[in-house]
């Protein structure tokens, strides 16, 4: 019963920001590992950001510079945090996270259902 919850998306200009948060809730024991994904019309879905319980980041090439990844450990949640886009951002951005629900319980991903984000004049 773990749930993934995105927020933040919409439709911004480009050169903008937006800010996307993911809450995570259910029966969880320790997020090893939270990233966002997209997914832009026409491609597969693609590993946009990931931090883990270090923390340690890392992003996409396409990104560097431009997006910073963040957590809060406290709250189960993680934040992608988005400046200067341009129209090729525009795609669905996913949260995942990388769990286990009990001690000694393997680890599972699981998914949010997307949020859509939009750049555009």
């Known amino acids: 019963q773990v749930q993934l919850v995105e927020s933040g998306g919409g439709l911004v200009q480009p050169g903008g920001s937006l800010r996307l948060s993911c809450a995570a809730s259910g029966s969880i024991f320790r997020i090893e590992v939270m990233g966002w994904y997209r997914q832009a019309p026409g491609k597969q879905r693609e590993l946009v950001a990931y931090i883990t319980s270090r923390p340690s980041s890392d992003y996409a090439d396409s990104v560097k510079g431009r997006f910073t990844i963040t957590r809060d450990n406290a709250k189960n949640t993680v934040s992608l945090q988005m400046n200067s886009l341009k129209p090729e951002d525009t795609a669905v951005y996913y949260c995942?996270?990388?769990?286990?629900?009990?001690?000694?319980?393997?680890?599972?991903?699981?998914w949010g259902q997307g949020t859509q984000v939009t750049v555009s004049s």
């Open positions: 995942q996270a990388l769990l286990v629900t009990g001690p000694s319980q393997p680890r599972s991903n699981y």
